[in-house]
């Protein structure tokens, strides 16, 4: 018995209703109801931390349901992993891609599969993977290793692994976030052209005016809740989409208070570094940064940014320029200098980097000053001091946690990032690095750490705030220096969007000048 | 398209199924002890059926090996003897796995410090005439040297040039009992055997049975002061790495070396100081042996001592006191298996301890749900 959706008079293809998913101390998904129909491409959207990925993992078997039911062509299903989900139909492709970077493409689409089964007759498959590609316009070489491939392209692969499997419902994870936007193009004609074949796609996306450009309807979640469930896009509005997702009406105003800016604390001059890949990510680039002041950094994800972060907090060395903080050389010196110094570094990576996940939250709170008195003596750490220090921030910082003694790897995302930030602020530095600091936090989050970031700008601190929020750059920083491949395209001091958006996509401030007064 | 190339699997239906998650709560305190001790019982159960198989008793069985391990003051000095080493080099692996360091080569800085404690003697650096705490006191210090040089090789080596310390401390165990072989053939060979002759009593570690004159009770006891060592070792390894900086360090480069960096440790510069520490924790092992123990520099001084060490130290959850727990389990193994049959059963019975031990990690890590299959 296939369901048909009222509205459109076409067969439902997924029906999820009143799921249910807790996890420890959050209501990640409370009683949602969603349903997709054949041929659309269906919007997910919500603030990070609304529960759209909890939803999705849910549907792709990763996570168990606590409540609620899913259907399938009308059909009542139970998933234990994703073999059960993709055996129904139902791929995701994530956004962290699962891929062997050292297999070909073929090689990577066939893996885990019963066929081929001892003979791998791949030039065969290669013709099946290039056939298979023609028909939805996924261009991508079959015998190329994976290593070789554009992150675009290994998100083609991803989809064709998906395809292969025969999903008919595909579950896009963010796609767009690591897309370049040529490469976003590409991706939107190819979705296209699989609903025009009947397959439908799930889109999750926190980004109104990419939902607005692709889907068909759109589900929107706030805190785990339904608020807009499958509405036709070809009526909505953006302002009305952005209500639906962020529950107050008007966004709030940051009080930013005048302050004025001192001394060059920061100096980066001529800067060049590689990325990991031995490849260079900074090329001749330069900024600076003042005393009372946050200066922001623009740009798309992997220009540069995560590496001149490494650069000036000491994890990375430069190849070329110079690295001044106060006036003293800083070039290449190592980490514990620049954490005397007075450098505090919010890493991108809260748990690979910013934490230590099966230490406590007093191990991860005194990972700065565990040699300085008065918690480091001699060569002893004061036990007590450290447990008295980290009871202070866990009570200053608002973190939600039974004890101090609990591994950090058990705490949220929002309370993680509260223990870092405890512990960078509280060494009151002269200069703060932050990288994406309000990533994947929920609105009252986001606000607790801006607010943060602002009172410490008061305090006289050097911000450099890297982020790819523009909304939050806009709103916080009194500068924006725009990157764009490793090069600083320009500076912003009146946060004139248009401009930001040229530079971002690598058109020189000098350009734009010059075009702007013919 | 694909549809007809992909075969549905057929798969049992049972009316209920198993599922397993991940924890995302922290277990209470109580739980692993529990957990551990059901890994035990299971154990045992399993090493009785073997026993059934073999043709033994296993109630019978198992008494016995209580009784030979713990039965009397006389056995279980034995016992403690046998744990010694053990707790040394539990305590050598112990501590540069909590860095992640897989130092296997426990077995080898066991041969060098037991090389270097007979190199006092027999060199000589000292005359034999040399009073008892001085000569004990620099065999000590060479043979902790002896086992710091063999973990310092592969510590350099890794920290500058990364190379895998799992091959290069594996590798120089065999350099390192060869290296004693050498000397017990040729240079120190007595009368053509393959030992050393006897060091001078003042050479020997202090036994209870030295103490039975004043105390009748302690005559026959072989247990000997290097087990005191061992005992202060593991309080000093705890110190270091609980409520030290450097421990600190230690536990924050096991747990995450990239945060490790973050916080501006150095990476070298601790791998080439926690290995020279474990390699000289396992030397003592070997000197604590040569000196309590054999007396002399011969061929069999270690059943295999470093890598029981390894499984010590894991199965301690590397924690310094439980190191001294498992290690005295692992000493009444050692004895009681060498009572009831040479090799074969006991060392099965060891291997379903360790194997029901490690899987039961499994459930700390994982919540197991048994649900009813929803009718299709």
Same mark, same amino acid.
């Given at each position: ?47 990070? =931390? ?32 994703? *073999?059960? $989900? ?17 297999? !070909? ?158 001394? *060059? ?35 798309? $994800? ?30 290449? *010196? ?77 705490? !949220? ?30 609105? =009252? ?49 009146? =946060? ?23 | 398209?694909?549809?007809?190339? +992909? ?7 049972? #009316? ?15 739980? #692993? ?51 010694? #080493? ?40 000292? #005359? ?79 036994? +209870? ?108 959850? +590397? ?44 459930? +700390? ?12």
């Amino acid at each position: 018995m296939e369901l048909v959706n009222e509205q459109t008079q076409k067969k439902v293809v997924v029906s999820m209703r009143g799921i249910v998913k807790k996890f420890p101390g959050v209501l990640a998904n409370d009683a949602v109801d969603f349903e997709l129909i054949e041929g659309e491409v269906h919007a997910l959207l919500g603030e990070n =931390g609304a529960g759209k990925s909890t939803l999705m993992n849910i549907l792709a078997g990763l996570y168990r349901p606590e409540a609620g039911t899913i259907s399938i062509r009308g059909k009542a299903v139970s998933f234990n992993s994703p *073999k059960d $989900a993709i055996q129904a139909g139902i791929g995701m492709v994530h956004q962290h891609f699962m891929l062997v970077p050292s297999q !070909s493409v073929t090689e990577n689409i066939l893996l885990g599969l019963d066929e081929p089964r001892f003979r791998l007759r791949l030039r065969e498959y290669e013709q099946k993977v290039v056939e298979l590609g023609e028909r939805f316009g996924l261009h991508v070489d079959p015998r190329a290793k994976v290593w070789q491939l554009s992150v675009g392209e290994q998100q083609r692969v991803e989809i064709l692994k998906m395809l292969y499997r025969g999903a008919q419902v595909l579950i896009m994870d963010e796609p767009t976030a690591v897309l370049a936007p040529t490469e976003i193009e590409d991706l939107f004609k190819t979705l296209h052209s699989m609903a025009a074949e009947d397959q439908s796609i799930i889109f999750i996306s926190h980004k109104l005016q990419e939902v607005l450009e692709i889907s068909d309807r759109v589900t929107v979640l706030r805190r785990g809740k339904v608020t807009a469930s499958g509405i036709p896009l070809i009526n909505t509005t953006r302002a009305e989409l952005a209500r639906l997702m962020v529950d107050r009406e008007v966004l709030f105003r940051l009080e930013k208070k005048a302050v004025e800016a001192g001394d *060059k604390v920061l100096e980066v001059q001529d800067i060049r570094a590689e990325n990991d890949r031995g490849l260079p990510a900074l090329r001749e680039m330069s900024l600076n940064v003042r005393a009372g002041e946050i200066v922001g950094l623009a740009g798309v $994800a992997g220009n540069g940014q995560r590496e001149l972060a490494e650069v000036i907090t000491g994890l990375r060395k430069i190849t070329g320029g110079k690295i001044l903080v106060h006036g003293e050389d800083l070039t290449n *010196k190592p980490v514990k200098t620049g954490i005397r110094r007075g450098i505090s570094h919010i890493p991108e990576d809260r748990t690979h980097v910013g934490t230590a996940g099966n230490l406590s939250i007093t191990d991860n709170t005194i990972m700065k000053n565990y040699n300085q008195p008065p918690i480091g003596q001699r060569w002893v750490v004061n036990a007590v001091l450290a447990n008295k220090y980290a009871e202070d921030l866990q009570k200053a910082y608002d973190i939600v946690v039974p004890s101090i003694k609990t591994p950090v790897r058990l705490l !949220s995302g929002g309370n993680l990032q509260r223990v870092i930030l405890a512990r960078e602020i509280s060494s009151q530095p002269s200069l703060l690095v932050a990288v994406q600091p309000t990533r994947g936090l929920d609105v =009252g989050a986001i606000e607790g750490v801006q607010r943060l970031l602002l009172a410490q700008r008061e305090a006289g601190a050097a911000i450099l705030l890297i982020s790819e929020e523009l909304e939050e750059l806009l709103s916080l920083s009194d500068r924006i220096y725009v990157i764009y491949e490793g090069k600083i395209m320009g500076e912003v001091l009146d =946060g004139d969007i248009e401009k930001i958006g040229m530079m971002m996509t690598g058109t020189p401030m000098k350009d734009i000048e010059a075009r702007g007064s013919k | 398209m694909t549809e007809s190339s +992909l075969k549905p699997i057929r798969r049992l239906q049972l #009316p209920f199924q198993i599922h397993v998650e991940q924890r995302l709560e922290d277990v209470p305190r109580w739980f #692993p002890v529990l957990i551990s001790f059901g890994a035990i019982v299971v154990a045992l159960i399993l090493g009785g059926i073997i026993i059934v198989i073999a043709g033994g008793d296993p109630f019978a069985t198992y008494i016995h090996i209580a009784r030979a391990s713990f039965g009397s003051l006389g056995v279980f000095s034995d016992t403690l003897v046998k744990a010694t #080493p053990l707790i040394f080099v539990g305590l050598a692996c112990a501590l540069a796995f909590k860095m992640r360091l897989w130092n296997i080569g426990a077995e080898g800085q066991f041969f060098m410090g037991a090389w270097g404690a007979s190199l006092v003697v027999l060199l000589p650096i000292l #005359p034999s005439e040399t009073p008892q705490w001085l000569f004990i006191l620099v065999m000590l210090v060479v043979g902790m040297v002896c086992g710091a040089i063999w973990g310092f090789i592969p510590g350099f080596l890794k920290a500058k040039l990364q190379v895998n310390e799992i091959i290069t401390t594996l590798m120089m165990n065999y350099i390192a009992v060869s290296w004693v072989n050498y000397f017990i053939f040729a240079v120190w060979t007595e009368g053509g055997f393959q030992m050393s002759r006897m060091f001078p009593k003042n050479a020997w570690l202090p036994r +209870l049975s030295d103490l039975a004159e004043s105390m009748p009770i302690f005559r026959g006891l072989t247990t000997h002061s290097g087990l005191l060592l061992a005992l202060v070792a593991a309080g000093v390894v705890w110190f270091i790495l609980f409520r030290s900086q450097w421990g600190y360090e230690i536990r924050l480069l096991g747990d995450n070396r990239d945060a490790a960096r973050y916080a501006g440790i150095s990476v070298a510069r601790n791998t080439i100081f926690v290995m020279m520490l474990s390699g000289a924790l396992a030397g003592l092992a070997g000197m604590s042996e040569i000196s309590g123990v054999v007396h002399r520099l011969q061929g069999a001084i270690s059943p295999g001592y470093g890598f029981t060490g390894i499984i010590v130290a894991w199965l301690a959850k +590397l924690n310094p006191a439980a190191v001294i727990v498992v290690s005295i389990l692992f000493g009444a193994l050692i004895l009681a298996g060498r009572e009831i049959q040479p090799s074969g059963i006991p060392k099965m019975i060891q291997g379903c301890i360790l194997v029901c031990l490690i899987a039961s990690d499994f459930l +700390l890590r994982y919540r197991v749900y048994i649900t009813r299959r929803i009718q299709e």
